[in-house]
């Protein structure tokens, strides 16, 4: 099955910094990235996310960049605000395994005003 | 859009008994649903696969007669934690999928067994 890794673990950012999460992947049949938001006690929401025929998009202050090459996958948040502070999952999901998520272990993200 | 409700919110049993979590998906038909559990500071674990009017997919290590899944209809799904014991306790959250892929998830269910 896929193996989806997710670094760092936790992250601590001025407010205005950029933020960096970067994820790697085992299966390069891999063909779909997407970035979820969870704010404590909450439902993870999608902020963003890509397929593998593209190599980058972008949100307003959030972009995600795939380099299929590598497997690894990135977001990247520009301008942090304090309400960027979550627990941020990247997954990746096999077009032959019934598209099932599977989720990196998470990013705490702490931006300090 | 592509609204997922799940009911209910939070939920206090006692060891033994069973309860059942709703899953819905309020504005767009759901091909597939997908139950995730969460413990703290965790990553999401998915326990099963549900596919309208067929039996779910369980994952390695989750046990299909204690996690009753129904997927009755394109908009709902239910989890039955049936048995409940302390060790189920976890936050219990469903996904939608409605055939591009993404998951939209509810807000999931707090279930403490005491």
């Known amino acids: 099955g896929e193996n989806v890794e997710q670094h760092p673990s936790t992250l601590s950012v001025q407010e205005g910094d950029s933020a960096v999460i970067k994820c790697t992947y085992s299966?390069?049949?891999?063909?779909?990235f997407p970035w979820y938001k969870q704010e404590l006690g909450k439902r993870p929401q999608l902020i963003i996310d890509i397929r593998s025929n593209v190599g980058e998009k972008k949100d307003q202050r959030i972009a995600v960049t795939l380099n299929k090459t590598a497997k690894h996958f990135s977001l990247h948040i520009t301008e942090t605000q304090p309400e960027d502070s979550a627990v941020y999952f990247c997954a990746a999901s096999l077009p032959s395994n019934d598209y099932k998520l599977s989720f990196g272990a998470g990013t705490t993200v702490t931006v300090r005003a | 859009g592509a609204v997922v409700s799940q009911h209910p919110s939070r939920v206090i049993c006692k060891s033994g008994t069973s309860v059942k979590i709703e899953c819905r998906s309020l504005?767009?038909?759901?091909?597939?649903m997908f139950w995730y559990r969460q413990f703290p500071k965790q990553s999401l674990m998915l326990m099963a696969t549900?596919?309208?009017?067929?039996?779910?997919?369980?994952e390695q290590g989750v046990e299909k007669d204690k996690f009753l899944i129904n997927h009755a209809s394109l908009t709902l799904s239910t989890l039955t934690v049936t048995s409940a014991h302390p060790e189920d306790s976890s936050f219990y959250i469903c996904?939608?999928?409605?055939?591009?892929?993404?998951?939209?998830f509810g807000p999931g269910t707090r279930l403490l067994v005491l």
């Open positions: 549900s596919n309208e009017g067929s039996k779910a997919t369980y």
């Open positions: 996904s939608a999928e409605g055939g591009s892929e993404t998951q939209y």
């Open positions: 504005d767009f038909q759901a091909t597939t």
């Open positions: 299966d390069s049949a891999s063909n779909y």
